[in-house]
């Protein structure tokens, strides 16, 4: 819907187990506000704009290849 994918350190698509423990940093993330707010800061001064959750997995969102 967005056009976007979520990529591993490798450039593949999560599998099942790294796309759950993404899944579960980002809902720790929303229910603790200090995480994320500290998550936001991360994405406004990260060079790829990564949150705590992407950091901490080596994951990261990039355009959907044609």
Same mark, same amino acid.
């Given at each position: 819907?967005?056009?976007?994918?979520?990529? %591993?350190?490798?450039?593949?698509?999560? %599998?099942?187990?790294? =796309?759950?423990?993404?899944?579960?940093?980002? =809902?720790?993330?929303?229910?603790?506000?200090?995480?994320?707010?500290?998550?936001?800061?991360?994405?406004?001064?990260?060079?790829?704009?990564?949150?705590?959750? %992407?950091? =901490?997995?080596?994951?990261?969102?990039?355009?959907?290849?044609?």
């Amino acid at each position: 819907m967005m056009a976007i994918e979520l990529r %591993d350190a490798y450039g593949r698509p999560l %599998d099942a187990t790294q =796309a759950f423990f993404h899944t579960l940093g980002y =809902a720790l993330s929303m229910t603790t506000a200090i995480v994320q707010l500290g998550s936001a800061g991360l994405m406004c001064v990260t060079q790829r704009g990564q949150g705590l959750t %992407d950091l =901490a997995l080596g994951t990261v969102m990039i355009n959907r290849r044609a």
